[in-house]
């Protein structure tokens, strides 16, 4: 247990569903970061929220809509996704300003899009 | 400029070798260069990490060698054990965003 905890673990959803990840984190951070994990690619960061303000979109299409109510939760909602979505999506929290990036990862979200 | 070129992308080795994994980098603003090690069903997490003013770091069996000139560095794990198999990311980061860069992975597999 990494203290990121990410929930549903396995998710399948067809192209018309509505659905959503969690990402919780009790470590004292103030970052929390929402990163995409395919086969044989690098880990593509889609969203970053440092002190609950969004200040990293990389240019992710707006199918994805991330929400960080607070510095514990971080939120991905998912709308009208596709086929090439599904990956493990990870959550990963850091202490920003610390020099150091250093990210402690949830255990991630397997997504399957059918 | 921003990636991070990762070899092997696959790597066998037999238990008690020496696993070794390259990185390079373009970016000359990197400043940070951490190895993160990924077992199947959780999470990348941090294993060893470096700065560009040594040029290599050793934690137990672990061992990053830089090479700034060349901008390359690589991980070593020495007497290498079936629990070491996993994926392994190398990463850079430095620059106005400080933004991490990752690597497209290495799967080792240490056969006993």
């Known amino acids: 247990e990494t203290g990121v905890t990410q929930t549903p673990r396995h998710l399948v959803m067809g192209m018309t569903n509505k659905k959503s990840l969690k990402c919780e984190q009790h470590l004292g951070h103030n970052a929390m970061y929402w990163y995409k994990q395919s086969a044989k690619k690098p880990l593509e960061l889609m969203f970053v929220?440092?002190?609950?303000?969004?200040?990293e979109n990389n240019s992710v299409p707006s199918r994805f809509s991330p929400e960080c109510p607070n510095s514990s939760h971080l939120f991905l909602h998912l709308h009208t996704l596709q086929p090439e979505d599904s990956a493990l999506y990870l959550c990963?929290?850091?202490?920003?300003?610390?020099?150091?990036?250093?990210?402690?990862f949830g255990a991630g979200s397997r997504l399957t899009v059918l | 400029q921003q990636q991070v070129k990762q070899s092997p992308q696959s790597l066998i080795v037999q238990k008690g070798g020496i696993s070794i994994i390259n990185c390079a980098y373009e970016n000359t603003a990197f400043d940070y260069f951490p190895w993160y090690q990924q077992f199947p069903g959780k999470g990348p997490a941090l294993l060893i990490a470096?700065?560009?003013?040594?040029s290599e770091k050793k934690e137990g069996r672990f061992t990053i060698s830089f090479n700034k000139s060349a901008k390359q560095f690589s991980l070593h794990i020495m007497d290498s054990q079936p629990g070491d198999s996993a994926t392994y990311f190398c990463a850079a980061s430095g620059g106005a965003t400080n933004k991490l860069i990752f690597g497209t992975g290495t799967l080792l597999a240490v056969q006993p």
């Open positions: 990963a929290s850091s202490l920003a300003g610390t020099g150091a990036n250093v990210l402690t």
């Open positions: 470096i700065r560009p003013d040594v």
């Open positions: 929220y440092s002190l609950e303000e969004r200040v």
